[in-house]
C-alpha cells in the first residue's frame, strides 16, 4: 500500500562524528545536516525542513540522534529505511523509522537527553580503537569523582560549563544523573560517564568530563567543583575534554 | 646505561590502514613507510635504512607487522617504544621493540605470515565500526567455504589469485592453513577467515576472500575453486575483497 497523505515522520540516527564538523550546517562544512539534507532533497525532490532534537559539536558521535519532519510519503514506510541509508554516505545510519503523533517535534518535544562519555584509562589504547575514546594515561580515582560529581546533580546555573561562543539565554539546566562505571565496549574495559539532563549548554558535557578528570587525576578536591559551579566562571573549570569520547545515546520526548 | 654499540633492532608495529597509501613509499602518498622514515629520522638524526616482513595494500591494517634495522641506539632500549610513539602519528603504534641477532631480517628472515580477514555478515554494522570488517549482506554458508578453502591449503601457483600490477617472479605459494571461524572482536561477532603461508602475492588473500565469498553466496560451488586454481587466470577468480577487512596479525622468523 503507497500512502500519500501528509504524515510526521520520526526518524532514530547514528552517525561517526570524526568525519564531520558537527551537526549545525555551516557553509563550505562536511556536516550532518547538510548530508541530511541532501538525502532527503535527492529522496522528496524538493527540500525538507527537518528539526533535530540535538546540535551535535564536531567530532560527537551519536548512537541515538533523532530527527523529524513532515512529509508526503510516497513510498512503503517499512523502504524508506532502507532508501535513506542508500542514499546518505557509510557514517550516518537511519536505524529505526516511526510514524510520530502529529505534534511531536525532535527538537521542541525533548524532554531529556542522555550522552555517554568513553575515557580509555592507561597506556596503549588498540590503534584500531582510538577515535571511539579519549586515553587519559593517569590513573582515576573513581570514588573521587563520584563524590565530584555529585554537586553537578540538580537544577543549577551551569556558566562555569559553558564554552565561549554558546547562544545568549539562561544557563541553568537540569542534571538527572550522573553515574560513572567501567563499561565494556568494543571488546575492551573503558569508563563510561553517563550523563542524563533536561538540556546541554555549549560544550557542557565535555567541560564537565573535563573537570571530573581533574578530581580523578588529584589536580582538583571533589569539594572544588561545588565551588567552581558556584563562581559562574567558566575559567575556573577543567579543560574541554576531546569530542571523540562523547557519545548522544538517547533522546526522550 | 646508555649503550652505544650497533644494535639489530625488531620492532611490532600496529596500525589503522584506513588513511595510508600502504606500507611501500610513493612520491607524495602517506605511506606507513614514509611515517616511520620521518620518524626514524627525527630520533637518530640521519636516514635509517629498515626491513619490513609485508608490503601492505592500501587500507590494509597491522597487528602484526615487523620491521628491523641496525642502529647505534643512543637512549635506553626502554624508552625507545614511547619516544617512537611519541614521533610517529597515532594511527601508527610500536607495540614492542626487541634487540634481534646479528643476521635477522624482518623481510628476508620472515618464515610464515598471518592474516586474518574479518566480515560482518547481516544487515546492520555498527556506524563506528564499518572501516574495520568488510560488510556481507547476503548469508554465507560456512560449510562450503570451508570446502572450498582446502583446495588452497599447499603447494600451488597462485596466479589466478594475483592482481595485475603485481612483481615478475614465480608465483609459487605455499599456504599453511585456512580456519574459517565466528569470532567476538571489537564487541560483536564477525566471520574470520584466517590464511597463513610463506609468503603471498599481490591482492592473494583479498582475491581467495573474494572467492570463498563466491562460494558461500552460493554463486560458485566449493569445486569450482579448485577448476580456478588450476587455469591460471585472474579473471576466473572472485572479485577482490576490500582492504578494510584485512589485517596482517603476525610473521614468524
Chains 1, 2 share one sequence.
Not at 542522555?114 to 573513581?142: H, S, T
Amino acid at each position: 500500500m503507497i500512502r500519500c497523505h501528509v504524515v510526521n515522520l520520526k526518524l532514530t540516527l547514528q552517525y561517526d562524528g570524526t568525519d564531520f564538523s558537527g551537526f549545525a550546517a555551516q557553509p563550505g562544512k562536511r556536516t550532518i545536516r547538510s548530508e541530511l539534507e541532501k538525502a532527503l532533497l535527492k529522496l522528496f525532490k524538493k527540500p525538507v525542513k527537518f528539526f533535530a532534537a540535538s546540535r551535535t559539536d564536531a567530532g560527537v558521535h551519536a548512537l541515538g540522534q533523532v530527527i523529524s519532519f513532515n512529509s508526503k510519503l510516497k513510498i512503503q514506510k517499512a523502504k524508506l529505511r532502507y532508501v535513506l541509508n542508500n542514499l546518505l554516505p557509510e557514517d550516518i545510519r537511519v536505524v529505526k523509522t516511526e510514524e510520530a503523533g502529529g505534534k511531536f517535534n525532535a527538537r521542541f518535544s525533548a524532554k531529556s537527553k542522555k550522552y555517554e562519555y568513553l575515557i580509555f584509562n592507561g597506556g596503549d589504547i588498540p590503534v584500531l580503537l582510538r577515535k571511539l575514546a579519549w586515553q587519559v594515561k593517569l590513573p582515576l580515582k573513581l570514588s573521587a569523582m563520584r563524590r565530584a560529581a555529585k554537586y553537578l546533580i540538580g537544577k543549577h546555573d551551569f556558566t562555569s560549563f559553558c564554552a565561549a561562543g554558546a547562544r545568549e539565554g539562561s544557563k541553568v539546566r537540569t542534571i538527572y544523573r550522573i553515574v560513572l562505571r567501567k563499561v565494556k565496549r568494543y571488546g575492551i574495559t573503558l569508563l563510561a560517564i553517563e550523563i542524563e539532563g533536561n538540556g546541554f549548554l555549549y560544550r557542557m558535557v565535555r567541560n564537565i568530563v573535563g573537570t571530573l578528570l581533574e578530581v580523578g587525576t588529584g589536580r582538583f578536591e571533589p569539594d572544588r567543583v561545588k565551588e567552581v559551579l558556584k563562581v559562574k566562571d567558566r575559567r575556573k573549570a577543567g579543560r574541554c575534554a576531546p569530542s571523540r569520547g562523547l557519545y548522544l545515546m538517547k533522546v526522550d520526548h
